[in-house]
């Protein structure tokens, strides 16, 4: 079984910046196919973030994020991060991470295996 942690969150104020972690224990984040970060706000269904296929680096990102946040490629196996820069109060969540056996379907939270329980951002403005 593996465990995925997020750390990082926090207040932060807008146009700011923070960067998120998910480290993996019990299982390499190679060993799955597609690494993703997905939001959820208060009374709002769970948004797609961000994606990367292990294998290829490519990267996918929500049309909300696009330009402020990216995902870089991990250099070891064990921890993925989001970096989240120009922040806005609208960015306000619980950020999870998720991983997949899939490559295709990204941007769907049913297409990912394992989820961690998530960390707080909020953006004040």
């Known amino acids: 079984q593996v465990n995925l942690v997020e750390s990082g969150g926090g207040l932060v104020q807008s146009g700011g910046s923070l960067r998120l972690s998910c480290a993996a224990s019990g299982r390499y984040f190679s060993s799955y196919r597609m690494v993703g970060w997905f939001r959820q706000a208060p009374g709002k269904e769970r948004e797609f973030v961000a994606a990367i296929i292990w294998s290829t680096g490519t990267t996918y990102y929500g049309d909300p994020v696009k330009g402020r946040f990216t995902l870089p490629r991990p250099n070891a196996s064990y921890t993925v991060y989001l970096q989240m820069n120009h922040l806005k109060p609208e960015d306000t969540a619980v950020y999870y991470c998720?991983?997949?056996?899939?490559?295709?379907?990204?941007?769907?939270?049913?297409?990912?295996?394992?989820w961690g329980q998530g960390t707080q951002v909020t953006v004040s403005s």
């Open positions: 998720a991983a997949s056996r899939y490559t295709n379907g990204y941007g769907l939270a049913i297409r990912y295996d394992d």
